[in-house]
């Protein structure tokens, strides 16, 4: 009886193939270099309304590999990896416990724009702690982002103190909730992934920098584009089963490129004299703080992994300096260049490169 009810929850809402979509390579490149290398911090995706944001970001989660985490844990522990385990796990194997391990797959979460500060980060149970002396923790969506992919829909209607939140934890790895005297922590690394309409609202700049990667989005207005991005559409609605099997051979193609590119990336070089142009890009472009540079190299070093390459050259990073500058530059309201060209073009310079 179990086994049909977790049958039907897997295969209940089919999901748009990732290699159906047509066009937004921007995007889809920002969300791949991300899943390889988490610790690009993510990425922020602005665009018009209906460009396919909201279905490129929960298609991405169908191209990971199920990850092993320990049975029955609300935090979807590794049962190695002692910075993504619980505190418990953490004691069990120190006392030489034997711990059973399950595969399941990555966690993708949505956080609704309505959620309470103790919906996101977990809850403890004051009542049962002062009368039994039991420390009861309510997971929160972090406990259940972790390992995963947490994407916030239109984040910049989203309160800045939860941002604020969400930013801190993916970029520590971990939540902490105190009340009343009581601290529970738990692991919280995820791939946070936030879309939005500018015309609703910016996010601030402080919070903007906390995102590795900024994509921006535009209809595409190729007329025979649309054509087939309508056709893919309606295929899907029509019979997603076939259009998911019509796919199927790309998808593995691509997953396992994905997957070859996470254990490549490690070995991953970049020459020194490519490091420090990239910081005279930042430097040039007056880019505040560090942030800029170390987004940089990992993504170039992520690119370089995900086309099977030893070593990162100018290419590579003319392909991810844009994603991962043009939100850190300063506003100017007299600047009529848009910041992505700019940034474009002070690469040029830096890496003596005509216009690409």
Known sequence: MNLSIK????TVRPVFPFTAIVGQEEMKLALLLNIIDPKIGGVMIMGDRGTGKSTTIRAIADLLPKI??????????HPSDVDLMSDENKQAIQSGINIDTTYIKVPMVDLPLGATEDRVCGTIDIEKALTEGIKTFEPGLLAKANRGILYVDEVNLLDDHLVDILLDSAA?????????????RHPARFVLVG????????LRPQLLDRFGMHAEIRTVKNPELRVQIVEQRTNFD??????IESCSKDQSKLKQKVADAQLLLSTITIDYDLRVKISQVCGELDVDGLRGDIVTNRAAKAYAAFNGQQTVNSSDISKVITLCLRHRLRKDPLETMDSGEKVQKVFNKIFDLGEI
């Open 195 to 202: 879309s939005g309409n500018p015309e609703e609202g910016e």
């Open 68 to 77: 092993e985490t320990v049975k029955d844990d609300l935090f979807n522990s």
């Open 7 to 10: 049958e039907n929850k897997e």
């Open 172 to 184: 520590s790895g971990w939540n902490t909730v105190e009340r009343e005297g009581i601290s529970v």
């Open 238 to 243: 029509q019979d997603p089963k076939k259009c």
